[in-house]
């Protein structure tokens, strides 16, 4: 069973290990993609800039600002007694049936303000549109899609308060440190990418890894790189590290309540079936399905990726986990 806590590695990796997970050695840098036999990417290590610099003038801020929010937040006595990790969630469409996903609640604007400050400091800034970059080069068609929705739904909902302006993503999450087991049906759109980035002070050969329960994989995660996955489909866990090191981590993705209220025609799941006829549901089934069909392309082919990338084998099926 999996459980909502972070591993040891020799936990989940190695043939002794309970769970015999496939442990894929990377250092952040260079590019990998994990490729299915049909020759589909599930999969991008998209790396980090090799420049001198980057960890100076963008890791280090970035993880100022990670302390800077962790300090700002106040816990209960409960979750200081659980050792609950600290994840906050911001932007708009997480939840399918808002009336406006542009209006968040009381404590999720509370958090949207927190990461438009996050989202001020230069190194955190590099680090998104690092981000955004890599989506735009490796899977434009997902860039280009998320990007109208975007344009069309600020056209819609003019104040709307997006985490980071500057990213094509509607929300995002901060995750800083603790075990967090993010299941795959907690509001990220299935039928596209999300961007994950790594942040912290830890030696990644020893903790901080990635693991992929869905793919069988457990990924060297270093400081400072990003990955490329469609969190709506495939859960993730980290690995411990090791005493008095930090992890931190943000993940931007794209809500799916933005989605469903567009293609509703600006309505929730619940108001739509409850009042469209039954043309406008035949209709909207129809749409659905080309949208379904269009995002789908969302994910590359191993030949439309540059030809330096190193491809990584996934044949499946993953090993299967007690729920």
Same mark, same amino acid.
């Given at each position: 069973m999996i459980e909502d806590r972070d591993y040891d590695l020799g936990e989940v990796c190695g043939p002794d290990s309970r769970f015999r997970?496939? +442990?894929? *050695?990377? @250092?952040?840098?260079?590019?990998?993609?994990?490729?299915?036999?049909d020759k589909s990417v599930v999969l991008i290590l998209g790396g980090c800039s090799r420049g001198g610099y980057? &960890?100076?003038?963008?890791?280090?801020?970035?993880? =100022?600002?990670? =302390?800077?929010?962790? /300090?700002? #937040?106040?816990?209960?006595?409960?979750?200081?007694? /659980?050792?609950? *990790?600290?994840? +906050?969630?911001?932007?708009? @469409?997480?939840?399918f049936n808002q009336e406006r996903p542009?209006?968040?609640?009381?404590?999720?604007?509370?958090? !949207?303000?927190?990461?438009? %400050?996050?989202f001020? $400091?230069?190194?955190?800034?590099?680090?998104?549109?690092? @981000?955004?970059?890599?989506?735009?080069?490796?899977?434009? /068609?997902?860039? #280009?899609? +998320?990007? !109208?929705? &975007?344009?069309?739904? +600020?056209?819609?909902? *003019?104040? $709307?308060?997006?985490?980071?302006?500057?990213?094509?993503f509607?929300?995002? !999450?901060l995750e800083l440190g603790g075990p967090h087991l993010r299941a795959t049906n907690?509001?990220?759109?299935?039928? !596209?990418?999300?961007?994950?980035?790594?942040? @912290?002070?830890? $030696?990644p050969r020893l903790g901080g890894h990635i693991i992929l329960w869905d793919l069988g994989f457990v990924v060297s995660f270093p400081p400072g790189s990003c990955i490329l996955l469609p969190t709506g489909l495939i859960r993730y866990s980290f690995v411990k590290v090791r005493e008095g090191k930090t992890r931190y981590s943000v993940v931007q993705f794209a809500g799916s309540g933005v989605t469903r209220w567009l %293609?509703?025609?600006?309505?929730?799941?619940?108001?739509?079936?409850a009042n469209a006829s039954r043309e406008?549901?035949?209709?909207?089934?129809?749409?659905? =399905?080309?949208? %379904?069909?269009?995002?789908?392309? /969302?994910? *590359?082919?191993?030949? =439309?990726?540059?030809?330096?990338? #190193?491809r990584v084998p996934f044949y499946g099926p993953p090993p299967q986990f007690d729920e």
């Open positions: 997970l496939c +442990l894929i *050695p990377w @250092g952040g840098a260079w590019p990998r993609a994990v490729v299915t036999k980057w &960890k100076r003038d963008v890791i280090n801020p970035a993880n =100022e600002a990670c =302390e800077q929010v962790l /300090a700002s #937040v106040r816990q209960s006595a409960e979750e200081i007694a /659980a050792k609950a *990790p600290v994840v +906050l969630t911001a932007g708009v @469409g997480e939840h542009a209006r968040p609640a009381y404590g999720a604007l509370l958090n !949207t303000l927190v990461f438009m %400050q996050f001020a $400091v230069y190194g955190v800034r590099r680090l998104i549109g690092y @981000g955004n970059r890599l989506l735009e080069l490796y899977c434009y /068609a997902a860039f #280009v899609g +998320l990007e !109208t929705q &975007k344009e069309q739904f +600020l056209e819609l909902q *003019p104040d $709307v308060l997006y985490p980071c302006p500057s990213s094509v509607s929300a995002a !999450t907690s509001g990220h759109e299935p039928t !596209t990418w999300s961007i994950l980035v790594a942040l @912290g002070n830890f $030696v %293609q509703n025609g600006r309505r929730t799941d619940i108001d739509f079936s406008q549901h035949q209709a909207h089934e129809a749409r659905r =399905e080309l949208a %379904q069909d269009a995002l789908l392309n /969302a994910f *590359p082919l191993s030949s =439309e990726l540059p030809e330096d990338f #190193v």
